[in-house]
């Protein structure tokens, strides 16, 4: 089952680098109480990921912040250790967008957002979305046609809904 609009996401457990390593993040605790808009990428260094969706949650972060989201979070199924090289080359730790790997893609299947390309070499990956949680609710969402396009899950227009 996809996950939609008016559902409660799944009590996931992520991975971030923290200051002594590896370390599990609560999707529960982070969203709890708050507004926060998160959008997944099919990979880490991928083409439209690197230039084009993380780069629009960096141009949109503060504006965000304006209209009462309190965290930006990004998933991808890769392991912890790639997420944080990512984030630093891209600018997103700069940014302080909370950058989570989701390392089985056990997040992602729970809210069937699973796809495969193996001829990119893609399997077991995430489909492009953007949505705006509240207090751990899924309150708009928008999902890709295509891994390839950034356009309706491009931070610009998550905000636009806001």
């Known amino acids: ?57 960096i141009r949109t972060k503060d504006e965000f912040a304006e209209k009462g989201v309190e965290t930006v979070i990004c998933v991808s199924v890769n392991d912890p250790f790639v997420m944080r090289a990512w984030s630093e080359s891209t600018g997103a730790a700069a940014a302080d967008l909370h950058m989570l790997a989701d390392p089985d893609g056990g ?23 953007a949505m705006l949680v509240d207090d751990g609710v899924v309150r708009t969402l928008h999902v890709e046609d295509s891994p390839g396009t950034c356009e309706a899950s491009a931070g610009e227009a998550l905000l636009a809904k806001i």
């Open 1 to 57: 089952m996809t996950i939609s609009e008016g559902d409660k996401l799944p009590d996931a457990e992520l991975m971030r680098i923290g200051e002594d390593g590896p370390e599990t993040v609560s999707l529960r605790e982070l969203t709890k109480g708050q507004t926060v808009a998160l959008f997944a990428v099919p990979g880490a260094y991928t083409g439209v990921c690197t230039t084009a969706h993380v780069p629009s949650f």
């Open 107 to 129: 997040f992602t299947r729970a809210i069937g957002m699973q796809f495969d390309a193996p001829p990119a070499g893609l399997v077991g990956r995430s489909r492009r979305y």
